[in-house]
C-alpha cells in the first residue's frame, strides 16, 4: 500500500510540475491577437485548456489518493476477505494500454497534418477504449454472479468503486473523443483538432497510469 501511495504522490508531483510549467509559459501579453474573432486554437486559449485539465488532474490524483489511504485502512478490520480479482483485468489493462498508445499516434499525426493518420487512430483508440470498459463490465458482472456482492464484503465494495469511477472519468472522456473523431470524418482538417486530440492524449495517459496503480492495488491485496 505504501508502494501505491508514493507512486500517486510521484504521479501528482509530476502533474503540478507539467501545470506548472503551463502556467510560467503561458504569456498572454505575448500573443497579440491570437485568440481575436473564431481563432479559438490560438496559443492562449491552448494554454488555458491545457492549465484546465492540468488543475482537474490534480483534483483527481487527491481523489484517488484518500480513497486509497481509505482503502488501506478498511483492509486492517477483520471482515475484510481478498477478492479473487477476474483474469479479464490482465486483458483489460492491455485494451487501455493500447488505446493510449493510439492515442499518442493520433496527436503525433495530428502534429504532422495527417488527416489519415489522425482518423485512423482515432477509431482504433476507441475502440480499444470501449473493448476496456466492456472488458470491466464483464468483470463487474463475473464477480457478482459469484456471490461477491457489494454488502458482502468491504473489499467486494472497494472492488467496485475504484473500478467504477475509473471507469465514469473514461466515459467522461470519450465525449471529447467523439466530438473529435466525427469532426475530422466530416472533413475537418487534423489541424484544426490538433488541441482537442493533445488534450486527449495526455488525458489518456493519466487514466492509463491510474488504472495500473488502481489494478496493482487489487492484485497485492
Same mark, same amino acid.
Given at each position: 500500500?505504501?508502494?501505491?501511495?508514493?507512486?500517486?504522490?510521484?504521479?501528482?508531483?509530476?502533474?503540478?510540475?507539467?501545470?506548472?510549467?503551463?502556467?510560467?509559459?503561458?504569456?498572454?501579453?505575448?500573443?497579440?491577437?491570437?485568440?481575436?474573432?473564431?481563432?479559438?486554437?490560438?496559443?492562449?486559449? =491552448?494554454?488555458?485548456?491545457?492549465?484546465?485539465?492540468?488543475? &482537474?488532474?490534480? +483534483? *483527481? @490524483?487527491? /481523489?484517488?489518493? #484518500?480513497?486509497?489511504?481509505?482503502?488501506?485502512?478498511?483492509?486492517?478490520y477483520?471482515?475484510?476477505?481478498?477478492?479473487?480479482?477476474?483474469?479479464?483485468?490482465?486483458?483489460?489493462?492491455?485494451?487501455?494500454?493500447?488505446?493510449?498508445?493510439?492515442?499518442?499516434?493520433?496527436?503525433?499525426a495530428?502534429?504532422r497534418?495527417?488527416?489519415?493518420?489522425?482518423?485512423v487512430?482515432?477509431?482504433?483508440?476507441?475502440?480499444?477504449?470501449?473493448?476496456?470498459?466492456?472488458?470491466?463490465?464483464?468483470?463487474?458482472?463475473?464477480?457478482?454472479?459469484?456471490? =461477491?456482492?457489494?454488502?458482502?464484503?468491504?473489499?467486494?465494495? &472497494?472492488?467496485? +468503486? *475504484? @473500478?467504477? /469511477?475509473h471507469? #465514469?472519468?473514461?466515459?467522461?472522456?470519450?465525449?471529447?473523443?467523439?466530438?473529435?473523431?466525427?469532426?475530422?470524418?466530416?472533413?475537418?482538417?487534423?489541424?484544426?483538432?490538433?488541441?482537442?486530440?493533445?488534450?486527449?492524449?495526455?488525458?489518456?495517459?493519466?487514466?492509463?497510469?491510474?488504472?495500473?496503480?488502481?489494478?496493482?492495488?487489487?492484485?497485492?491485496?
Amino acid at each position: 500500500m505504501t508502494v501505491t501511495l508514493i507512486f500517486l504522490a510521484v504521479l501528482m508531483a509530476i502533474v503540478i510540475t507539467w501545470l506548472v510549467r503551463q502556467s510560467v509559459n503561458n504569456k498572454p501579453w505575448d500573443e497579440v491577437g491570437v485568440i481575436e474573432g473564431d481563432d479559438i486554437n490560438g496559443p492562449v486559449y =491552448m494554454s488555458s485548456k491545457k492549465f484546465f485539465l492540468g488543475g &482537474f488532474l490534480v +483534483v *483527481l @490524483t487527491s /481523489l484517488f489518493m #484518500l480513497f486509497f489511504s481509505a482503502y488501506n485502512i478498511r483492509m486492517e478490520y477483520p471482515d475484510w476477505v481478498s477478492l479473487d480479482d477476474p483474469r479479464i483485468l490482465w486483458v483489460n489493462s492491455v485494451f487501455l494500454l493500447l488505446a493510449s498508445i493510439f492515442y499518442q499516434k493520433a496527436k503525433n499525426a495530428a502534429q504532422r497534418n495527417n488527416d489519415g493518420g489522425v482518423r485512423v487512430s482515432l477509431v482504433l483508440a476507441g475502440m480499444l477504449t470501449f473493448c476496456f470498459l466492456y472488458g470491466q463490465y464483464w468483470a463487474w458482472q463475473y464477480i457478482h454472479d459469484q456471490g =461477491m456482492f457489494v454488502y458482502s464484503n468491504p473489499a467486494n465494495a &472497494f472492488f467496485y +468503486v *475504484l @473500478t467504477g /469511477l475509473h471507469a #465514469l472519468h473514461i466515459i467522461g472522456g470519450l465525449w471529447v473523443w467523439a466530438s473529435s473523431t466525427v469532426k475530422v470524418w466530416l472533413g475537418a482538417s487534423a489541424d484544426s483538432i490538433q488541441s482537442a486530440v493533445e488534450l486527449c492524449a495526455l488525458y489518456w495517459h493519466f487514466l492509463l497510469v491510474l488504472w495500473l496503480i488502481i489494478f496493482y492495488l487489487l492484485l497485492s491485496t
